[in-house]
């Protein structure tokens, strides 16, 4: 009789069925109900590529067609400040020239009429170029054709989610320089850290949105009087920037006496009936203490200012542009997005002030 052998042990072939035959050697194989939890947590969860679009499927799964993304803080540079582009485009410097009269009082002017010979007094103005430095910045981008179909499988479109990243990476990076600064760059300065900009650390002592009625109305009734005194009261401010902390608790009533009207519009109302009609109180995230920290204030920063473009400007010479994909030889492709950027450059110094709080924690 025809034998087999599994495993070096002979097997009757007409023994399939008993007991001391090959159901002995089989290997049940667990279903998926049997598996332990942790089993299916980890099969589900099983990422195969360090790209993150191979995984292991069943008959049964379904890739959604949506794609989630990382949400980040973002909030519009040109809210606040003046934006300019395109100007300068691959330069190393922008040049401000600012002009200073140079005269004698204006009563040295008068002279006796009946001499008209006699010396007169002469105007001069003054000249100073200050330099603001420009910072080149480029990131390139690279994929293959097997990238491109492998991620097309899991409904990934790889190349548009890459280009989408540096993009963001542009925007994040670009708004962080326009309030804070550059990291590296100690000569590229934000709206938050501008050049000559006087820092008052003992008018705020607290946060606005906490405090008493009293020291709420002195609080409104002595801001503007500390901005004026440092500009000689030449003009008046259009913008309060608080601290997101502060603002997001500015809906409080303003006082006992009138709860229906909060924090918020009490002042707004006061400033503009002192300023004018286009003041603004607004806020960012970045004048919280901890973001001030990474730009060496130690304190929640409140910034008084006016937003004009005699007073300020924000410079991107060149936006985000990228150049077309090209390939060496048909299979990895390779393209490169560049752009450049100054600092704020405050124009008029005087025309805006900061009011730390470094007592709050």
């Not at 010979?117 to 990131?139: H, L, Q, R, T, Y």
């Not at 938050?192 to 006087?198: L, P």
């Not at 929640?300 to 006016?306: D, E, N, V």
Request: with cysteine.
């Amino acid at each position: 009789m025809t034998k087999l052998m599994l495993n070096g042990t002979e097997v009757q072939m007409n023994n399939f069925g008993s007991k001391d035959g090959f159901n002995r050697f089989a290997v049940n194989a667990a279903t998926w109900n049997e598996l332990p939890r942790a089993s299916k947590a980890h099969l589900n969860a099983l990422s195969i590529d360090a790209a993150g679009y191979e995984h292991a499927l069943t008959v049964l799964t379904q890739i959604k067609a949506q794609v989630i993304r990382q949400k980040f803080y973002e909030v519009n540079p040109s809210d606040f400040m003046p934006v300019v582009v395109g100007e300068g485009a691959w330069m190393n410097n922008l040049v401000f020239n600012s002009v200073y009269l140079n005269n004698d009082d204006f009563e040295s002017g008068i002279t006796d009429s009946s001499r008209p010979f006699n010396k007169k007094p002469s105007g001069d103005v003054e000249i100073i170029a200050k330099p603001v430095p420009i910072v080149s910045w480029n990131k390139a981008m690279n994929y293959s054709i097997i990238e491109v179909n492998q991620a097309a499988k899991g409904n990934v479109d790889i190349i548009t989610e890459i280009e989408n990243a540096r993009k963001k990476n542009w925007d994040l990076g670009i708004q962080r320089v326009a309030f804070l600064g550059s990291k590296v760059k100690p000569d590229i300065l934000g709206l938050y850290t501008g050049e000559s900009v006087s820092a008052n650390n003992t008018f705020i002592t607290a946060p606005i949105s906490g405090l008493t009625a009293d020291d709420f109305q002195t609080f409104v009734a002595d801001l503007l009087k500390l901005y004026a005194a440092n500009v000689s009261y030449t003009v008046k401010p259009n913008r309060l920037v608080m601290p997101e902390a502060d603002f997001l608790g500015m809906a409080a009533a303003a006082s006992p006496s009138y709860p229906l009207i909060d924090k918020l519009t009490y002042l707004e109302n006061a400033f503009k009936r002192i300023c004018g009609g286009d003041f603004k109180i607004m806020s960012t995230a970045y004048g919280n203490k901890s973001q001030m920290i990474t730009a060496g204030v130690t304190g929640y920063r409140y910034i008084l200012y006016r937003d004009n473009p005699d007073a300020l400007e924000f410079n991107i010479p060149v936006a985000y542009t990228s150049t077309s994909f090209a390939s060496a030889n048909g299979f990895d492709f390779e393209n490169v997005a560049m752009g450049q950027f100054s600092g704020v450059y405050f124009k008029r110094p005087l025309e805006a002030m900061y009011f730390d709080d470094t007592h709050t924690a």
